[in-house]
């Protein structure tokens, strides 16, 4: 198979809304962001990829993350590795100088490559070798041996379509159902997405499970505590996202905000905008 060469731009494409990321306002002009769409015929599988690079950081830099209902394959000098769907908030200290070459799978995307339910590797960070085997490993090997980000996604793009994935219609069902919630705030129960999707709730979760790696509900809150924490920063108040997001009072959104992103709601408002 011919090596295939994604088409970046010739301007780096820049996250401008880094949904997920603590506080994402402060700290963060000593990186570089990159994004790039996968090939027509990696698409069906992967949404992006993404690079972090950094250099010569003056001191250890914490980014802490609230996760997406996704799986991603990170590669860095530190650990090679997928992710599977994170349930809490997690972080990752960059110090010095480094790179983070990611792999973001659509919802349901990675399936295909694991060949069972996604809910396998839920919560869980798997070696890239212990997945893929001897070529796994030396595809990572390479990706950190590569300085140019264009040719590092190019090894592992090819690495990917190398594996034969077939496209499957779940996959697509799913990542479809996944992009409503995150599109449309006013989905704030499993039953209202049921309703749209045409299935009962019960085939709803089993759907999410094998292909999303998580039920429909956890979805559902996940992106609605994105959509507090842009909105927080933005000066809104507390008891309003709380009636517009679903909860039933504003110590419900208080207690699940303070729980994945580390610090009460009232906090986060007044640091993100200090930034």
Same mark, same amino acid.
């Given at each position: 198979?011919?090596?295939?060469?994604?088409?970046?731009?010739?301007?780096?494409?820049?996250?401008?809304?880094?949904?997920?990321?603590?506080?994402?306002?402060?700290?963060?002009?000593?990186?570089?962001?990159?994004?790039?769409?996968?090939?027509?015929?990696?698409?069906?599988?992967?949404?992006?990829?993404?690079?972090?690079?950094?250099?010569?950081?003056?001191?250890?830099?914490?980014?802490?993350?609230?996760?997406?209902?996704?799986?991603?394959?990170?590669?860095?000098?530190?650990?090679?590795?997928?992710?599977?769907?994170?349930?809490?908030?997690?972080?990752?200290?960059?110090?010095?100088?480094?790179?983070?070459?990611?792999?973001?799978?659509?919802?349901?995307?990675?399936?295909?490559?694991?060949?069972?339910?996604?809910?396998?590797?839920?919560?869980?960070?798997?070696?890239?070798?212990?997945?893929?085997?001897?070529?796994?490993?030396?595809?990572?090997?390479?990706?950190?041996?590569?300085?140019?980000?264009?040719?590092?996604?190019?090894?592992?793009?090819?690495?990917?379509?190398?594996?034969?994935?077939?496209?499957?219609?779940?996959?697509?069902?799913?990542?479809?159902?996944?992009?409503?919630?995150?599109?449309?705030?006013?989905?704030?129960?499993?039953?209202?997405?049921?309703?749209?999707?045409?299935?009962?709730?019960?085939? =709803?979760? %089993?759907? +999410?499970?094998?292909? $999303? /790696?998580?039920? @429909?509900?956890?979805?559902? !809150?996940?992106? *609605?505590?994105?959509?507090?924490?842009?909105?927080?920063?933005?000066?809104?108040?507390?008891?309003?996202?709380?009636?517009?997001?679903?909860?039933?009072?504003?110590?419900? =959104?208080? %207690?699940? +905000?303070?729980?994945? $992103? /580390?610090?009460? @709601?009232?906090?986060?408002? !007044?640091?993100? *905008?200090?930034?």
């Amino acid at each position: 198979m011919a090596a295939i060469v994604p088409r970046l731009p010739e301007a780096r494409l820049v996250e401008t809304r880094l949904r997920g990321w603590i506080n994402p306002y402060a700290g963060l002009d000593a990186f570089d962001f990159l994004r790039q769409a996968p090939s027509p015929e990696a698409s069906a599988f992967v949404e992006h990829f993404w690079v972090v690079t950094w250099t010569d950081l003056a001191e250890p830099y914490e980014q802490r993350i609230v996760s997406h209902p996704t799986v991603n394959m990170t590669i860095t000098s530190d650990f090679r590795q997928i992710a599977g769907v994170i349930k809490g908030g997690f972080s990752y200290t960059m110090k010095g100088s480094g790179r983070v070459v990611g792999t973001r799978f659509r919802p349901g995307g990675f399936r295909p490559f694991l060949g069972g339910p996604v809910s396998d590797v839920t919560g869980r960070f798997v070696e890239i070798g212990d997945m893929f085997g001897p070529a796994g490993s030396t595809m990572t090997e390479q990706v950190l041996a590569e300085p140019d980000a264009r040719a590092s996604i190019a090894l592992i793009e090819t690495f990917l379509l190398s594996m034969g994935p077939e496209q499957d219609p779940l996959v697509e069902e799913a990542a479809a159902l996944v992009a409503m919630v995150e599109r449309d705030v006013s989905i704030t129960r499993v039953g209202e997405l049921a309703a749209r999707s045409g299935r009962s709730v019960r085939s =709803l979760q %089993r759907l +999410f499970r094998n292909y $999303v /790696g998580i039920g @429909p509900k956890w979805v559902i !809150r996940r992106f *609605r505590l994105h959509e507090a924490a842009e909105r927080l920063h933005q000066g809104v108040e507390l008891a309003t996202l709380a009636a517009e997001l679903g909860y039933t009072d504003q110590a419900h =959104l208080t %207690r699940d +905000f303070t729980a994945v $992103v /580390g610090m009460p @709601p009232a906090a986060y408002a !007044r640091v993100s *905008r200090q930034a």
